[in-house]
């Protein structure tokens, strides 16, 4: 049975960091599939921070840029979102997500923001100002 486990959540100042882990039992990260940090705040729609794999690399969403850094593991099977000069927009629910597929187009290999198989149960990010 797959489990994700996350951790590394809780309630920091502006400007604060946390780094939230994501560790797997039951599953093994594989290079043909992608791996990814989800969010969702109270009232909006899901939405993925970042993603990793070792073909495609690492993505974010535009807002988190230069600020969080997605990091993988393998030895640990553990999956990391280093998160710095957190500001109040970042307070969510943060859900790690894998078995995603890995998808190739225009030459580059892409990791899409849909369609991951397993998750976690997430870990609370609140940020205050």
């Known amino acids: 049975q797959v489990q994700l486990e996350e951790s590394g959540g809780g309630a920091v100042q502006a400007g604060g960091s946390l780094r939230l882990s994501c560790r797997a039992s039951?599953?093994?990260?594989?290079?043909?599939?992608?791996m990814a940090w989800f969010r969702q705040a109270p009232g909006k729609e899901r939405e993925a921070v970042a993603t990793?794999?070792?073909?495609?690399?690492?993505n974010y969403t535009d807002s988190v840029k230069g600020r969080f850094t997605v990091s993988l593991d393998n030895r640990k099977n553990t999956l990391y979102l280093q998160m710095n000069s957190l500001e109040p927009e970042d307070t969510a629910m943060y859900y790690c997500?894998?078995?995603?597929?890995?998808?190739?187009?225009?030459?580059?290999?892409?990791?899409?923001?849909?369609?991951?198989?397993?998750w976690g149960r997430g870990t609370q990010v609140s940020v205050s100002s």
């Open positions: 990793i794999n070792r073909l495609a690399g690492t």
């Open positions: 039951g599953y093994t990260y594989g290079t043909n599939r992608c």
């Open positions: 997500a894998a078995d995603g597929p890995l998808r190739f187009r225009g030459g580059d290999y892409f990791c899409p923001n849909t369609d991951y198989g397993n």
